[in-house]
């Protein structure tokens, strides 16, 4: 019974679960994940993305597990002038519970960015992708299976449940940038995901997941201080009657500054943040970037009456990052 009563909360809860990618705390390092009008709009003309968090590592057997990995490319500057189109590849694997649902989503966004004049950028994208959704049905126990001194296997289960599912995903997005003169970029954008409204196909009954809405914003204040940058971060989605809020500010300290004509010396940086998700948790993150690597970490500490299962005890994050230019110049320390 107690497989059957998880089994029930994950399908009802099923709108949520099947984009809980969309929540993860280091969502500023990559944005094309919730937005397709994001990919390839930094400064760096391709990057890969890894992402990996644990959650909820008090609950169940198998606590939830999310697997990211994604790449972003530009298509060369000189071949449309001031504008560019962007390409990515985004790939999503989340395991959740005791009865191991799986949701695998794999997408491609493709964007264009529009210079408007030297410090306004607008991109539009659209994302189209595959989505599947599956569980173990050999985990599952239902009551009539008891024996009296146990569960069989053998004996037929009540319900009639496909163990999978398989359908297409469209998402869209805008992006826009500012930059100011002393080098300040602003940005954010909307994103549409799930505008296919797809079907949760375990059962003829199954219902469909919910639109969902992103919107974000973030800044990259350049200081009085030559050695700190201020970062401003802020996210805000909606699923059907549900919604989250999650922002707070990362403090970047330059540590070492990169040559700006020979490129030897690379630019160093330590970066540290405090977010809050609202009525949920308390997130710190740490990181620094070496040689066009990111790397981080992240601690979600459940502050909602949810702690009294996780004992606080929300999710941990590591990701690496890396930035690359197609060709050799000046502009390379601002990335490395």
Avoid: C
């Amino acid at each position: 019974m107690k497989n059957l009563i998880l089994f029930i909360f994950i399908l009802s809860a099923s709108q949520f679960l099947a984009q809980q990618d969309k929540s993860v705390s280091m969502w500023s390092q990559s944005p094309m994940m919730y937005n397709a009008g994001a990919v390839a709009t930094g400064e760096e003309d391709m990057s890969f993305f890894t992402n990996f968090r644990y959650q909820w590592f008090t609950i169940g057997n198998q606590p939830m597990r999310t697997n990211i990995l994604n790449a972003s490319f530009k298509i060369p500057d000189g071949f449309l002038g001031s504008n560019n189109f962007g390409i990515g590849i985004n790939a999503v694997n989340d395991q959740t519970g005791d009865v191991g649902l799986m949701t695998t989503a794999v997408s491609v966004p493709i964007n264009y960015t529009m210079a408007l004049d030297r410090r306004n950028k607008l991109s539009v994208g659209v994302s189209p992708g595959f989505y599947q959704q599956g569980f173990n049905a050999s985990l599952q126990t239902w009551e009539n299976q008891w024996t009296g001194s146990g569960f069989s296997n053998s004996i037929s289960s009540e319900p009639s449940l496909n163990d999978s599912y398989a359908t297409i995903d469209i998402s869209t997005g805008v992006f826009y940038q500012h930059t100011l003169r002393n080098k300040t970029s602003i940005y954010g954008g909307v994103g549409l995901n799930h505008l296919t409204k797809q079907k949760v196909n375990f059962s003829f009954a199954g219902d469909r997941l919910y639109m969902q809405t992103v919107v974000h914003a973030g800044a990259n204040i350049f200081t009085r201080k030559r050695d700190l940058r201020i970062q401003p971060q802020l996210m805000y989605f909606k699923t059907g009657p549900g919604s989250n809020l999650i922002g707070g500010i990362s403090l970047e300290h330059i540590l070492k500054e990169g040559s700006a004509i020979t490129n030897i010396n690379k630019t160093v940086t330590v970066n540290y943040g405090f977010y809050y998700r609202y009525r949920d948790a308390l997130v710190t993150t740490f990181g620094f970037k070496f040689k066009g690597f990111r790397m981080g970490v992240a601690f979600d500490a459940n502050l909602s009456y949810f702690n009294q299962a996780t004992n606080s005890l929300g999710g941990f994050e590591v990701y690496l990052k890396t930035l690359h230019l197609y060709k050799k110049s000046n502009k390379r320390d601002k990335i490395l």
